[in-house]
């Protein structure tokens, strides 16, 4: 019996711990079925080895192909397009193509079928080691390697690594199964807060896939087909409790929504719910997308919005070279600040009461806003550049605009919120010449404020 569970048990266990973790950035990009087209390159890598090389070089047309779809999703990420709809057509050409590649072979349905879910009860232990050393290489790399990159080069390696994942796993599982394991675990415990999100999608992941093998045992059912049907079906009952109803308290929705109470009150009255639910879907993150750190890398200014802790606000604007607001990380922007009049009332504001929202708007080309909120702290450079240790951040410039701008302090904001600000109402303006700015008379007391005293 433990010959016969054994490596099914401990497939599994793996299988759920990697995927999660894969779950829980596609799910934080809104991109679902990334994996699901990936996958399906990955199937089709293999269909093609079986249909015209006789399953010979198997796993390097499989990943390959993986690795491939992988780029071109990376590189969708950095375009202004539908997204989804682009996963959409990578994934139908996949399918199609596999279809088409295994239309005259004599095995082309029985391998169909095990490309969607295969029959793990019966994997090889070997198989079972091989994949974990696979898997454990990849644990590594994202401890160690992943934090330090932004940019493309973290999209690029993010879907890299989902690709090398996603090819040793359609070969154990196959498709379907590994759809699954990427999506349910990571939706349901993103659904709940008393718990450890990862924690809970790998229990919650364990419990359905365990269960599924021993029905599938017990029953003499297709194994991998028996994860996909109670995965989908545990997943489907476990969203329908953890959501709650329409009817739902606004003080509910509150809590599972972004914004405040008093801005979904609003919604409420004006009649605005569907459209902001809509709008936090599809336009608001928790951290800076790929696409947003690379327009504030192009940002000469913004707007900055403090509030004391009685909550008395203050807004200000701050400017400089391009790359002035500097992108650690997609959880982290900072930026300098200096004595200017000597008020300090922005940074005396974070002291009291860390939150701060920040208004990037491009004037000049595009006409688009990217608001991004979040809780600011004041550092001195020596602990900025102790913090960015591990981080890829450029400190040779850091100390440069110190030194060059005499800078007091810097402000380190934490994302929480990323959103755009639309177009509309944007005006489009033209920079002014070197020449003619030098020019201007900037008075000290240009509201003549002294002729009053």
Known sequence: MIDIFLPPVLLVIVLVM?????????LERGIIFTDLAIAQFAALGSAVSLGYFHSEYIYVFTLGFALFSA???????????????????????????????????????????ALLATDILFTPIEHVIYSSLIYLTLGILIWKVYPRLQGFLKELMFFTMLAVTVTSSVQ???????????????????????????????????????????????????????????????????????????????????????????????QEHFDTRDKAEDFYGRQMLSYLAPSMQAFIALQEMVFIATADKNGECDSSFRSGEAGFITVIDEKRVVYADYKGNGVLASVGNISENPHIGMLFVDFFSDKVGLHVNGKASVLDEKSLLSLLEASSFDKARASYLSSKNKTVFWVLVEVEEAYIHCSKNIPILKKETDAREIKKERPVDYFRLQELS
């Open 71 to 113: 780029f071109l999703i990376s590189l969708a990420t950095r375009r202004n397009i539908h997204l989804e709809a682009f996963i959409g057509i990578l994934y139908v050409f996949g399918a199609s193509g596999i279809m088409m590649v295994l239309a005259n072979s004599a095995e082309g349905m029985e391998h169909f079928k």
């Open 18 to 26: 990697i995927h999660a973790w894969f779950g829980k950035g596609v």
């Open 172 to 266: 154990l599982a196959g498709v379907l199964v590994v759809f699954v394991l990427l999506v349910a675990p990571a939706l349901v415990a993103s659904m709940q807060k008393r718990f450890d999100p990862m924690l809970s999608a790998f229990v919650y992941g364990w419990a359905f896939a365990l269960s599924a093998i021993t029905v599938s045992y017990l029953l003499d059912l297709p194994t991998g087909y028996s994860i996909v049907f109670i995965g989908s079906l545990a997943t489907i009952f476990a969203i329908m409790l953890l959501s709650g109803n329409s009817s739902s308290s606004i003080d509910e929705m509150s809590k599972s929504l972004p914004g405040s109470e008093g801005e979904h009150q609003m």
